[in-house]
């Protein structure tokens, strides 16, 4: 086994290398993600706002469950859509088992119900007289609705980037409806497992480093919109 | 502006009962609120002031009510698109949102008028009739109570609005914000609002009140009237619509 300052090194000169094998599974990665994010955050983020603002029967029992269902494991949801897509499966015809559209069918159901909890939680903290001021000023409501999300931006901001980080680190789901091909589904999680499990710790240290960087960056950033929300 | 309305008939409302976990806790028989006309509504703690306020803003259903509005006849769902449209509740500590003062004033503006050009000369115009110019581009939320309540009612004036409903505006602020407050309300009255005023201070706003109500036990009451013309609570077109 070579040695981790061995391999330490072999990764940064495979991230500033250009590895084109390394950076398109960090492509795969961030596009995979990114669009998981932007199909379940809309509709995740008014389904919060429904539970947070509107009074009706089952509304707790799905805010329990919304709850619930953050903690289900990665490889559950990922035997869920495998399931599901597979040949014998309801979907099977869709024939969509092994793409990067079923790997981000499978990082939508894992990030929507944090997605939904986060974003309840900002939205049920706001005072309710920002709804009422937009109404009475003659807002429509879905221009309230809109204006109450605005206040708690930075809330719902903080909820996305929970979720993208979830998603973007996840490997059960991506294994198992992704296939791990190199070049079409192979992601940074994936690849790590696949390269750690070679013995080749050079691309999971530097695949690694691309994650840790992202979670720093992305932190960093919301602490700079926060803190500038603030100081406004 | 675009969302002027004709402020020349009043907002009836008839047998307006409310009732709280079983308690009834508003039964009203009738509420007029007249154009050009400032109504001080009195009450404990408790009275129903504020749930009889929110149900004429269109906030809060009542179990049951009657509301003429220019004398049509609606159902509450109807009654409740046109409190909302015509009538603005001004909280007892009013909300301003995340942005500048202008942005603030402007909010309103948007829903009725279409051109940017003009929602900020008229933003414009309001913060130089309440000496607010300075402050446009603050934050609102770095405001303080007096500047925040006078924002709030700049905001409101420049919707021109049929019906203000003021929940104890003058209780958080100090005299000299009392003051200027008060003035404000009594060019929102000559604008040709219909007002009615929550509170404990009846004195300061002496000078702009023309009616006295007393809200007890959730029945309302005449306390006095400086109104040359009477009681106008008692005078007005019979209401034509019942709710829920």
Known sequence: ????????????????????????????????????????APLAIVVAFVL????????RPMLSAFNALQAVPAVVVGLTVYLLL????????????????????????LCFPLLVALSHAALQALDRRAWETARTLGAPPWRAMLTTMHEVRFGLLAALIAGFGRIIAEVGSSLMVGGNILGATRNIPTAIALETSKGEYAQGIALGAVLLALALALNMALGMVQGRGEMA | MSNLLAIDTPVVLEGVRKQFA??????????VIAPSCCTFLAGDNGAGKTTLLRIAAGLDAPDQAAVTIDGCCRDWAAAQKQLQGNVIYFHQVPYL????VADNIAYGLRFAMRSRAAIRQRVD??????GLGHLAERNARQLSGGERQRVALVRAWVLAPRVLLLDE??????AHARA???????????????????GHQAEALMPVVDERLHLQHGELSQADTTHAAGSRHQRGAPPLVLVN
């Open chain 1, 52 to 59: 947070a603002h509107a009074r009706f029967p089952g509304r």
């Open chain 2, 180 to 198: 200027q407050t008060v003035d404000l309300i009594r060019r929102l009255k000559h604008d040709g609002a219909g007002l009615v005023i929550t």
């Open chain 1, 86 to 109: 597979s040949r014998s499966g309801p979907f099977g015809n869709l024939r969509l088992l092994f793409t990067q559209n079923a790997m981000i069918l499978g990082q939508v159901l």
């Open chain 2, 169 to 174: 505006p003058l209780s958080a602020i100090d």
């Open chain 2, 22 to 31: 079983g308690r009834t806790v508003l039964d009203v028989s009738r509420f």
């Open chain 2, 97 to 100: 949102f995340d942005s500048t």
């Open chain 1, 1 to 40: 086994m070579e040695s981790l300052s061995g391999a330490s090194r072999e990764a940064f000169y495979l991230l500033l290398s250009g590895d084109p094998e390394l950076w398109t599974v960090v492509g795969i990665s961030f596009s995979v993600s990114l669009r998981a994010i932007l199909i379940a």
């Open chain 2, 125 to 130: 115009a309001a913060l130089d009739w309440a």
